[in-house]
């Protein structure tokens, strides 16, 4: 598993988009090399909404970021859970909401930074009409089995050891590609290993205060380590 064999199973997902006819989509790899040379490698997968005018198949990077959702309160939100997990392998102690207030995002080419040492992506590839969450377009997208096996195959392609799963329909879609999880939907923490990746639900971005990510990140460390 390396850079290389996640950048040739993107390369099979491109090939089914042609074959599927899809023209707009957007495929996922690390925004920077150095992710690869991180012990602890760790996922946030979101639900993000789209802007229509992106044209093509197109890897995402760190400029279509800061050119497309560097206003976003998602984006915006993830940022922060990315500052807070690169803090607690730093530091290896309990976060505080406090502290999650004081980062700084408000520069993005520095702080896009941060999210390199992690791996962004979101559930949603294809660009369509529909430019918010599209529920029903997400979970029968799955329904389609190479979709299902390309995401565990690019969860153990990129090494991932923690994958943070974001919002009530990533949590019904992970169940959908991985039904030996059965995670829950609920306020109440829980994670479950499975497969060498520990799978951490948390409530989407938008919607989640300083006080949940600390909280909910504290938990997820402890049974990490």
Same mark, same amino acid.
């Given at each position: 598993m390396s850079k290389e064999s996640l950048q040739k199973l993107n390369e099979t997902l491109i090939q089914h988009f042609k074959e599927t006819g899809v023209k707009n989509a957007l495929y996922y790899e690390p925004l920077f090399d150095y992710y690869w040379e991180q012990k602890d490698k760790i996922g946030l997968c979101n639900l993000e909404s789209y802007d229509k005018e992106i044209q093509g198949i197109n890897r995402i990077s760190a400029e279509r970021i800061l050119d497309y959702w560097s206003n976003a309160q998602t984006l915006q939100k993830s940022l922060k859970i990315f500052q807070a997990i690169n803090w607690k392998l730093e530091n290896k102690n309990y =976060?505080? &909401?406090?502290?999650?207030?004081?980062? *700084? #995002?408000? #520069?993005?080419? #520095?702080?896009? @930074?941060?999210? $390199?040492? /992690?791996?962004?992506?979101?559930l949603r590839l294809t660009i369509g009409s529909q430019v918010n969450e599209d529920k029903k377009g997400i979970t029968e997208f799955y329904n389609d089995s190479f979709y299902a096996d390309y995401f565990r195959r690019f969860v153990k392609e990129s090494e991932l050891k923690m994958l943070i799963i974001t919002g009530e329909t990533g949590v019904n879609v992970i169940n959908k590609i991985y039904p030996e999880l059965n995670l829950i939907?609920? @306020? &109440?923490?829980?994670?479950?290993?499975? *497969? $060498?990746?520990?799978?951490?639900?948390?409530?989407?971005? /938008?919607?989640?205060?300083?006080?949940? =990510?600390? *909280? *909910?990140l504290n938990y997820f460390f402890d049974l990490y380590e």
């Open positions: =976060i505080t &909401e406090e502290q999650i207030k004081l980062f *700084d #995002n408000k #520069n993005w080419e #520095n702080a896009i @930074d941060e999210m $390199g040492c /992690s791996l962004y992506f979101n939907w609920s @306020d &109440e923490m829980q994670a479950k290993r499975y *497969d $060498g990746v520990l799978f951490c639900p948390m409530q989407h971005p /938008s919607r989640i205060s300083y006080k949940k =990510i600390a *909280d *909910d």
